[in-house]
């Protein structure tokens, strides 16, 4: 049948309206099944080692950093009066935010039919993960007796009492364990039938065994091509609104307050943005060396990164407008305190916070209206770190600085950080990437099924597409 | 909420216990023995004291109550079973007893509470004729001292350990060789005293041992006053000023309010002068000529800034005009060439004078106890002029000391005429004048006994060391500043088994009867009559009525005894390389007596907010000319530049700050730091001031040379953000603006958002319907003066733990209630700038921000409108602490209650910064302390000595608060539920179980001799803080976030001359203008008018 419809021609494109190809080379099927497995069926690779054993070292780090924390008290943190709220939160949000990318990239675009997510939908699903798993362990130690953390969960109890449901933190509990169940359960769904092909090629029985055994009978029937699809769609579609929701709900945690500075309607938008802003750029951080070190090119082509600097141009540009809006709201509210906050904001004791974060957050994305730009894989890199930084200091401002200068001025105060704070934070990156790494290791970073899906040649109506003469490559 | 306690034992009865014959007929022989056998084993224990040696000291003391040594001391049950309950006790109800803390020359009359024997919190006693039942911070604080594990537990012996009846047999010794020569070479430095028994014994002692000779040391000595008033009317009378009854009040370098002796009385008379219900009302004016920024010079309505050395001349310059405007001068000689030294303060000399003599008999000038004599007389000459000697000062007659000085001692210790020194109490090796050369004086002693509260710098390793008994362990007795005598009475048997003064004096002198209950007995046989029934009312009482110093009048001032001072007046104006260094009484731990005291050490100094150490004050402007100034780096872990002081060839060394409103090229150092043998709270703090200071130049000394060092120092206040920013926190008007716009408070209130009907509504509407009271408080900024008794008192009622100086500077003090100090006017402008003050604690919103944000439901409101904060329940997200506005949420970062002070400053590790030991690893006693844990939960990393005894000073009605929990003012929930439950009692099968108005106070309101803070039933439109909150000047701090707070203010009136000259003039306060150049709005304008600005009413709804 195949020879029947490569005999119908097909016009190509006119140049110019040509998209590039999501594979580029026209690479086969089985090509790419080899370039994505071959990552984990390959010797682990030197840099592999020089990667992990730090980040197993800043993981023993962290774990050291917890149990001392939780041993001896809050205080071995920076807060006080009135900043109450360090560097934990500060994180919290960060590596929140971060997790944002990898649902949004396999939820939404996958809605809206944006073939490129393919590519890079995996490890930004992984990465996603591993963020809120280092997110998630914030809210637990930053408490002052961590061992009652479980009275943040609806559990009946003798005393009848319940958590306070009107609470944002409360609303952060139920926000993030759904919004991590369901990326875990998305993210599984999708490596099912990738786990299968890993069976399949398995050269040994623990590996046939365990892959095997995640892959849960994958035959790739037409049965469970149907099944599996119906199912992605209905994840994708539960995703679709938790991406949304868990970074407004994680904003109300201030907007709901009445500082000024976080007082603000305009928080849950912008947090979104700003997440999504910030995972883009964690991705393009982790992705762009990766793909050279990974030999993977041809698979996460120039063309997705700029896709992603793109989006992260317009998150960039939200932002932006949102750090505006602010200040304009600020003037014209008339609210004294609030116009304190927002001056002492950009001119007070945060002004480095400040002109960090608008530095790096308004005026580095900017860069990426440059087609030159996009496609210098080494800029590209630089610029996503500095997304990455100034993202943070975005919530460094909000926790910090908002507090440390509100209503009575007697009791004003600076925060600063401990040595734990700072190794408690590197040490979360050692969790990461020791996840990340692992992950790397033992699962396909890239979907190959989908990926197959997307590639030119997969298309029957496309020239290059249906089976050709001489077989598979 | 005084419990009337039963009669007092007396020392015939107690528990029905013997153990022979003897001791049934209570022979004194038998007394001999148990006194000898008990207390010499436990002094035999020496120090650490463990658990055990704990134990048993107290079961040892126990015995002694048994025969009645000391009165009020009963069995604590652990030791006996209550087989027979002492009549009128109930268990778990705290008993209260009169007492009084004796201080230099008067004494604090005091109601203290006993809680199963074991006293834990101090009041006024509100029934003695001159107290309102509010007491100073160091009444409030004194209670810790007595639980410091610090303090001096053993005899020692030429510095090693000793029994006790060794010691004994050592006085004995002293007692017999001193018989026998006549008490030559026998020689006491005693502190002041006000006690009538040891004016007594002090008596008897000049008539047996005729040869003894008596000397007294105070550091810091108000005996001038006295002194200069018997000179100025040739008769032995002390002063009594009634601040209250004067309409005009010049302090010259006086801080009446919170350095000189009766702080309590002073203020509180001060504030009943300044206390307005209505417009209409009139207030008193002062005016502070001072070097330093005093709490005086805060509250005054004019300050004249002026070094020490000049204040005379200014004296004379007010003395000069009063005379020419009275045209009373009864002095010889002029006062003019003196007068003219006192350039620049010309304009504002005549302003006062012209408001002194227009209000003659209304008025007062006082004149604080560093300066001299001929100040003093000449103030003298001026209040009588004024004709206001017997109306607002009056005189008493008062005996005057025989004492010699230390300097005169320290001679005849150089001479080689002393055998023995006997110290009572005091600390002169640390403390006495650097040219005294005490420790060498007091090593030429043969042998020295010294009673002392401290094994410290005094020591002696000649001789004995005896430790002396806390107040509340001892019988005494003393007179109040009225005269009034007051009775000491002992809560609880000496800890450590020390003596008292009277005891070691009467053992001395050889007297029949050395108990201190027997000598204070007789001596209220001479005073209050022989009956057994006066004794037991004097007890009970706590007061003798009737028995205050007469007082005098239609005396003349002995104008030729002023005239011939005045030529000792001497001026001298210092200059940026000939500081004036001025020695000023600590606020905080006076003369160093309570540098051990961990209440004080962390109580901010009311103006600086300085915690944990002295430093050295400047002028905003000369710590600027001499290069030495910090820009306010609004971070509570400032660094001061480390400077050398050099003054007469001495120096010392200590960090710089500068003080805006101080005089310039004045250095102000606080006495009391820099110890060098001290407890583990008092080591390491600050510098010594006593270090520079000379017999001759005791108070003030001009020739000081600042030299910086370059490098810094970290010094840790509460409070470095002077400024209020325009914000409406404080709001203050003049009394004529306060008089044209009553409602001026309310012109300040912001505009509040619409409100709109919540989707939840407020749990608290619901619950009030059905609640009995509905609680809440004002505070009347008027009177406040900012003393911090309040501070202190919250810290004891209610367990509120220390956090050392490294905490502090991390902002994570524990402070319930704190004090709000707030510069008003340009810091460049040092002549105009105003101190505000602010008590600032939970405001129980009714709509509070806390409550919603708690994830787990750990601070809820109650139905009679408190906010409550289960600790229990608390995990510890600080959300409620970041949402609450007023920040008056505290945080235990670590179990501050449970760790010792090291562990809580942790160690600098460069690189790092503050390591604090993990209890994982860190050992306590040589024991792991995860192994002390295990073993014990509740024991925590506290050495075993500081564990027992801090453990008892705690409230037993109050939780003490762990580690990761939330805690804040509970407007004394557990005397709010105590008082509930008594009416409950009361009431029985009646409906009448609303608690009447007035039956109990918060323990910050009790404390507050200003009575600036009233607490009550809001429901009830009678009560006290209704009223209070009824009147034109209440309002609400931040009242536009909608929190509805129950804790209230009343506006600040400040009362200025309107004939005052530039720049000491002003038509509105500081603070208003900078409001109203804030917000472009004028709070007279309209005010009243404005419907969100109307006070709340007796419900406390807004």
């Known amino acids: 049948m195949a020879q029947t419809v490569a005999n119908i021609p097909v016009k190509a494109p006119p140049a110019g309206l040509e998209r590039e190809p999501m594979v580029s080379n026209q690479r086969s099927p089985g090509w790419i099944s080899d370039a994505i497995a071959g990552v984990i069926e390959g010797k682990t690779p030197v840099w592999w080692w020089r990667a992990f054993i730090p980040s197993i070292i800043m993981l023993t780090i962290m774990t050291g950093m917890i149990l001392y924390l939780v041993s001896t008290g809050v205080g071995v943190w920076g807060p006080g009066h009135p900043v109450m709220w360090g560097w934990a939160i500060v994180n919290f949000v960060w590596w929140i935010g971060i997790g944002h990318a990898g649902t949004l990239i396999s939820a939404i675009l996958f809605l809206l039919r944006q073939k490129w997510r393919t590519s890079i939908n995996r490890a930004a699903e992984a990465m996603t993960i591993f963020a809120v798993m280092c997110a998630g362990i914030y809210p637990l130690i930053h408490v002052g007796r961590v061992w009652f953390g479980w009275w943040l969960f609806p559990i009946p109890n003798d005393h009848d009492i319940w958590p306070q449901f009107r609470s944002p933190l409360m609303w952060d509990v139920f926000a993030v364990s759904t919004y991590f169940t369901v990326s875990v359960l998305f993210w599984y769904m999708g490596l099912i039938p990738d786990l299968a092909v890993m069976r399949d090629r398995a050269s040994t029985k623990i590996r046939k065994f365990a892959y095997g055994f995640f892959a849960l009978g994958w035959t790739g029937s037409n049965r469970h091509w149907s099944n599996y699809e119906k199912a992605y769609l209905i994840l994708a579609g539960l995703s679709t609104p938790l991406v949304l929701s868990v970074h407004s709900i994680v904003s109300l945690d201030f907007s709901v307050s009445q500082l000024p500075g976080w007082h603000t309607t305009i928080f849950p938008p912008y947090f979104v943005a700003g997440a999504v802003f910030s995972g883009f750029g964690m991705v393009l951080s982790l992705l762009i060396p990766l793909r050279t070190l990974l030999n993977l090119e041809e698979i996460i082509t120039l063309r997705h990164v700029e896709l992603m600097c793109k989006v992260t141009l317009a998150t960039g540009s939200i932002v932006g407008y949102a750090y505006g809006m602010e200040f304009f709201i600020a003037w014209y509210s008339g609210n004294p305190n609030e116009r304190y906050t927002f001056i002492d904001r950009a001119t007070g004791q945060y002004w480095w916070a400040y002109l960090t974060m608008v530095t790096c957050n308004v005026v580095v994305p900017q860069f990426f209206w440059f087609k030159r730009i996009r496609r210098n894989m080494l800029v590209v890199f630089i610029l996503s770190i500095f997304v990455n930084i100034g993202m943070w200091f975005e919530r460094f401002v909000i926790v910090v600085q908002s507090l440390h200068h509100d209503f009575i001025p007697a009791n004003w105060g600076y925060f600063r950080p401990t040595w734990v704070d700072i190794l408690t934070f590197l040490g979360t990156f050692g969790l990461f990437f020791t996840m990340f790494l692992l992950f790397l290791r033992f699962l396909p970073m890239i979907a190959i099924a989908e990926v197959k899906g997307v590639t030119p040649q997969a298309d029957p109506h496309h020239p290059l597409g249906g089976a050709k003469p001489g077989g598979h490559h | ?1102």
């Open chain 2, 1 to 1102: 909420m005084k419990t009337i306690p039963p009669p007092c034992p007396t020392p015939e009865t107690g528990p029905k216990y013997w153990r022979s014959l003897d001791q049934v007929s209570d022979t004194p022989a038998f007394r001999q023995w148990i006194e000898r056998e008990f207390p010499s084993g436990a002094s035999e224990m020496s120090d650490p004291v463990t658990r055990r040696n704990f134990v048993k000291l107290m079961s040892a003391s126990f015995l002694l109550a048994g025969v009645g040594l000391t009165g009020c001391r009963r069995p604590t049950e652990n030791i006996y079973p209550f087989s027979k309950m002492p009549e009128g006790y109930t268990h778990g109800l705290p008993k209260f007893y009169a007492t009084a803390m004796p201080s230099r020359r008067s004494a604090i009359p005091l109601l203290a509470k006993s809680d199963d024997g074991r006293p834990t919190k101090l009041e006024g006693n509100p029934q003695h004729p001159d107290s309102n039942g509010g007491t100073d911070r160091f009444a409030q604080a004194s209670i810790l001292n007595l639980y410091d594990p610090d303090r001096s537990i053993r005899f020692a012996k030429n510095g090693g350990p000793a029994t006790r009846e060794a010691a004994l047999d050592a006085l004995d010794q002293v007692a017999k060789s001193a018989q026998a020569n006549g008490g030559k070479g026998l020689s006491f430095l005693a502190e002041q005293s006000s006690s009538p028994s040891r004016e007594r014994l002090q008596q008897a002692l000049a008539t047996k041992l005729p040869q003894a000779k008596w000397y007294e040391y105070e550091p810091v000595d108000f005996d001038i006053h006295r002194e200069a008033a018997s000179k100025a009317f040739g008769r032995p009378v002390s002063p009594y000023f009634k601040f209250d009854e004067a309409a005009v009040i010049v302090a010259l370098d006086s801080d009446f309010i919170g350095g000189e002796e009766d702080l309590h009385v002073n203020i509180r008379r001060f504030a009943k002068g300044r206390r307005t219900q209505q417009a209409a009302d009139s207030m008193s004016r002062l005016y502070a000529v001072e070097p330093l920024m005093t709490l005086t010079g805060a509250n005054a309505d004019h300050r004249l800034r002026a070094a020490s050395g000049t204040i005379g001349a200014i004296t004379a310059l007010l003395a000069s005009e009063v005379f020419k405007l009275t045209g009373a001068n009864a002095l010889s000689g002029s006062l003019d060439s003196l007068a003219k030294s006192a350039a620049g303060a010309e304009k504002f000399a005549t302003e006062c004078a012209k408001d002194l003599a227009a209000n003659k008999g209304k008025s007062l000038v006082v004149v604080g106890h560093r300066q001299p004599l001929a100040v003093h007389l000449l103030a003298w000459a001026i209040n009588s002029a004024l004709g206001n000697v017997g109306q607002t000062v009056v005189l008493r007659d008062t005996a005057a000391p025989k004492a010699g000085s230390i300097a005169e001692l320290a001679q005849s210790l150089g001479a080689g005429a002393v055998d023995t020194l006997v110290i009572l109490g005091g600390n002169p090796v640390y403390n006495a004048p650097a040219d005294v050369q005490w420790e060498q004086a007091q090593a030429k002693a043969k042998s020295v006994i010294r009673l002392g509260y401290y094994e410290d710098e005094t020591f002696p390793k000649n001789g004995w060391g005896l430790p002396l008994a806390h107040y509340l362990e001892s019988w005494g007795d003393a007179r109040t500043s009225d005269g009034t005598v007051v009775p000491i009475q002992p809560l609880i048997e000496p800890l450590f088994g020390g003596l008292t003064e009277l005891e070691v004096i009467a053992r001395i002198a050889g007297l029949d009867k050395t108990a201190p209950y027997e000598i204070i007995r007789e001596t209220f046989t001479a005073v209050g009559g022989g009956n057994d029934e006066n004794w037991k009312k004097f007890l009970h009482d706590g007061f003798l009525a009737g028995s205050a110093a007469k007082a005098v009048g239609g005396l003349t001032l002995d104008s030729a005894a002023v005239s011939s001072a005045l030529s000792g007046i001497e001026t001298v104006s210092p200059t940026k390389d000939k500081l004036e260094v001025v020695f000023h009484r600590d606020y905080r731990v006076d003369d160093g007596r309570y540098v051990n005291n961990g209440w004080l050490q962390e109580l901010p100094d009311p103006v600086t907010k300085m915690t944990w150490e002295n430093v050295i004050l400047l002028s905003v402007k000369t710590a600027k000319d001499l290069g030495v100034y910090l820009e306010n780096t609004g971070n509570n872990d400032a660094r001061g530049p480390w400077v050398k002081l050099q003054l007469d060839g001495r120096e010392i060394e200590g960090p710089v700050w500068p003080q805006p409103g101080q005089a310039d090229n004045v250095v102000a150092l606080a006495l009391g730091y820099g110890r060098t043998v001290t407890g583990r709270v008092g080591k390491n703090s600050g510098y010594n001031a006593a270090k520079l200071r000379t017999t001759k130049a005791l108070h003030f000394a001009t020739g000081g040379k600042l030299v910086a060092s370059g490098k810094f120092h970290d010094v840790s206040l509460t409070q470095d953000h002077g400024a209020m920013e325009g914000r409406p926190i404080i709001r203050e008007a003049t009394l004529k603006e306060y008089r044209d716009h009553p409602k001026f408070a309310s012109g300040f209130d912001m505009e509040k958002p619409p409100v709109f009907d919540s989707l939840y509504p407020n749990p608290l509407e619901p619950g009030k319907k059905s609640a009995l009271h509905q609680w809440g408080m004002s505070i009347d900024l008027s009177a406040c003066v900012g003393c911090s008794s309040c501070m202190i008192a919250c810290q004891s009622e209610n367990n509120v733990p220390i956090v050392g100086k490294n905490q502090v500077s991390k902002n994570r003090e524990m402070h319930w209630i704190r004090i709000d100090r707030y510069y008003t006017g340009d810091p460049d402008k040092e002549d105009s700038i105003q101190v505000i003050n602010q008590p600032m604690l939970c405001q129980h919103c009714e709509a509070a921000p806390c409550e919603n944000v708690c994830p787990v439901n750990a601070t809820a409101h109650d139905q009679e409108g408190l906010n409550v904060m289960v600790y229990n329940r608390c995990v510890g997200t600080r959300y409620c602490s970041n949402n609450c506005p007023y920040k008056v949420r505290r945080f235990n970062f670590f179990d501050y209650n449970r760790r010792p002070l090291e562990q809580l400053e942790g160690a600098s590790v460069p690189g790092l910064g503050r390591v604090y030991p993990t209890p994982m690893l860190s050992r306590t006693d040589g024991e792991s302390d995860l192994l002390r844990w295990w073993k014990d939960m509740d024991r925590g990393n506290l050495p075993d000595d500081q564990f027992e005894l801090l453990k008892l000073v705690r409230n037993p009605q109050v939780s003490v608060r762990m580690r990761g929990v939330m805690e804040k003012c509970s407007y004394c929930l557990q005397r709010i539920e105590a008082a509930k439950i008594k009416q409950k009692v009361k009431a029985g099968a009646t409906a009448d179980v609303v608690v009447p108005d007035g039956t109990f106070k918060t323990a910050c309101q009790q404390a507050c001799p200003a009575e600036a803070i009233v607490f009550g039933n809001v429901a009830d439109p009678a009560s006290e803080v209704s009223k209070r909150k009824a009147q034109d000047r209440d309002y609400k701090v931040l009242d536009f976030l909608n929190t509805k707070p129950r804790t209230t203010y009343l506006a600040r009136i400040r009362n200025p001359n309107p004939a005052m000259p530039a720049p000491y003039n002003y038509t509105t306060p500081n603070s208003t203008e900078e409001f109203e150049k804030a917000n472009d709005a004028n709070p007279f304008e309209g005010g009243e008018s404005k419907e969100h600005g109307e006070p709340a009413h007796a419900k406390g709804e807004a």
